[in-house]
């Protein structure tokens, strides 16, 4: 396999509102919560919507247990990091379906909360350059298209009109970019330091996910894998530990 040795940009910093779209609880703090944590201390806005209340997400608790479980978890995560508007969108955990209505729920979020970043989470068949890449989730892949294309939607009057008609949702074409965290192909990388701790506490709130989803003791394991992931994007970023992005400009 290939590595990349080309140095990641740093993120853009020059913007004071964004809007982070994800699947399912937890995958911002597995993914980007220690850029948040430094955006939040810098006087930046950031919001965070979620898909699902990722009900389907524990085996041993039924979806109507589950639900408000892992929102109160992903209230109490949000908060660490700065983070004090949280939405749900309640699609269907699991078998979330890219199309119209899922363009249009986020379209919406964007018309309201007019961002100039929007954050999402990798969209692309497989975690890593396959073939040796771990296959993604339908949920990740449908939700990070949808919003790519809700991006442009939500600056187009005439596609989705009833968001004006119905919600007075005018159209909201400010979205300079959107950062895919995740990306096997990364072009930028925001410093990890900062925030790191509070992304450990952070993804810490989600106890009762992570422990049905592993026997290592909880802290450990999540401090093991946020710094892991973080040093290894460091060799492209002057050797600080990062949060990497794949930035696709608006």
């Not at 949000?78 to 955990?93: I, K, N, P, W």
């Not at 979020?109 to 339908?138: F, Q």
């Not at 991006?151 to 008609?165: H, K, Q, T, V, Y």
């Not at 701790?197 to 026997?215: F, G, N």
Request: hydrophobic share 40%; net charge negative; aromatic share 8%.
């Amino acid at each position: 396999m290939t590595e990349h040795t080309d140095q990641l940009e740093p993120m853009p910093t020059d913007w004071q509102r964004a809007l982070a779209v994800v699947a399912h609880p937890d995958d911002l703090e597995y993914g980007c919560a220690a850029a948040v944590a430094d955006w939040t201390d810098g006087g930046r806005e950031v919001v965070y919507l979620l898909a699902t209340r990722g009900e389907a997400g524990i085996d041993t608790l039924g979806p109507a247990e589950c639900a408000p479980l892992r929102e109160a978890e992903q209230r109490a995560s949000a908060a660490v990091v700065g983070v004090s508007t949280v939405e749900f969108l309640d699609h269907r955990d699991g078998v979330i379906e890219y199309g119209v209505d899922l363009r249009r729920d986020i379209a919406a979020a964007i018309r309201r909360h007019r961002p100039e970043l929007v954050v999402t989470l990798n969209h692309r068949d497989t975690w890593g350059p396959g073939p040796g890449g771990y296959w993604n989730t339908p949920d990740h892949r449908a939700v990070g298209r949808a919003v790519l294309d809700a991006a442009a939607d939500a600056g187009n009057r005439w596609i989705f009109p009833e968001l004006i008609s119905e919600q007075g949702l005018e159209p909201w074409n400010g979205v300079r970019w959107v950062a895919v965290a995740g990306s096997h192909t990364p072009t930028h990388a925001a410093d990890a330091r900062p925030g790191l701790e509070r992304s450990v506490k952070s993804l810490l709130e989600h106890r009762a996910y992570i422990e049905a989803l592993t026997d290592e003791e909880p802290e450990s394991y999540v401090r093991t894998f946020l710094t892991t992931n973080a040093e290894r994007a460091a060799a492209r970023f002057g050797g600080r530990p990062a949060v990497s992005f794949e930035v696709f400009p608006r």
